[in-house]
């Protein structure tokens, strides 16, 4: 299985960013793919996931909710991270993941397999 996360950048607070996770190597259909970011120094946090099914049930953690919307694309074999409202502490690399499970807190979530990361920096 191979994840490719693009589309970070910087962006102004208050500012919105699309991440796209390309996905191979396996069939979508079956994997909840989700989305975590890590800053430097501080622990990785869960943020959101989107169902194995077609019918794509989301699941994101509280902090992010409202704010950030999961999507998927199974034609394209990708899914996104809709980012609105930015804040200077959403600044940190994002990375696409297959999702083994998953909470409410930023710590609930447990992820099997990754593949790089873009950095999202949000600065005036």
């Known amino acids: 299985v191979q994840l490719q996360a693009s589309g970070g950048g910087l962006v102004q607070p208050g500012g919105s960013l699309r991440l796209s996770c390309a996905v191979s190597?396996?069939?979508?259909?079956?994997?909840?793919i989700g989305w975590f970011r890590q800053a430097p120094g501080e622990e990785r946090e869960g943020l959101a996931c989107?169902?194995?099914?077609?019918?794509?049930?989301?699941f994101y953690a509280s902090f992010v909710k409202g704010r950030f919307t999961i999507s998927r694309d199974n034609a394209k074999n990708t899914v996104y991270l809709q980012m609105n409202s930015l804040k200077f502490e959403d600044s940190a690399v994002y990375y696409c993941?297959?999702?083994?499970?998953?909470?409410?807190?930023?710590?609930?979530?447990?992820?099997?397999?990754w593949g790089q990361g873009t950095l999202v920096t949000v600065s005036s």
């Open positions: 993941a297959t999702v083994i499970s998953y909470g409410s807190g930023a710590n609930d979530w447990d992820f099997k397999s």
């Open positions: 190597g396996f069939n979508a259909d079956y994997y909840y």
């Open positions: 989107i169902s194995k099914h077609s019918v794509g049930a989301t």
